[in-house]
């Protein structure tokens, strides 16, 4: 059965940038693009390299998607589904986030 799981306050999340919560014993990369509540969460676990990297990743915006781009091997992964730009095959986990009350909370 999923549920909200509380990660953080919003303010803790500097605009441009992602963090790495523990949630359920899963890595969740949650970022936030822009200064405002818009967030994204994928797996944290970049498939290419097998290592927990994803939240320290460049967020990138290309065709008016966003991407992040691993830091270790540089493929992107759409924000929005985790599809990986540069091999379709390949993808990362999503999961739904929200800010509710200034608190960030992901559904497992």
Known sequence: MSQWNAVCQLTQILPATGVCALVKGEQIAIFRPRNDEQLYAISN???????????????????????????????????????????????????????????VEVCL
């Open 45 to 103: 676990i970049d498939p290419f390299a097998e290592a927990s990297v994803l939240s320290r990743g460049i967020i990138a915006e290309h065709q008016t998607e966003l991407w992040v781009a691993s830091p270790l091997k540089k493929q992107h992964f759409r924000l929005r589904d985790g599809v990986c730009m540069e091999d379709e095959t390949r993808s990362v986990a999503t999961y739904p986030v929200r800010v509710n009350a200034g608190q």
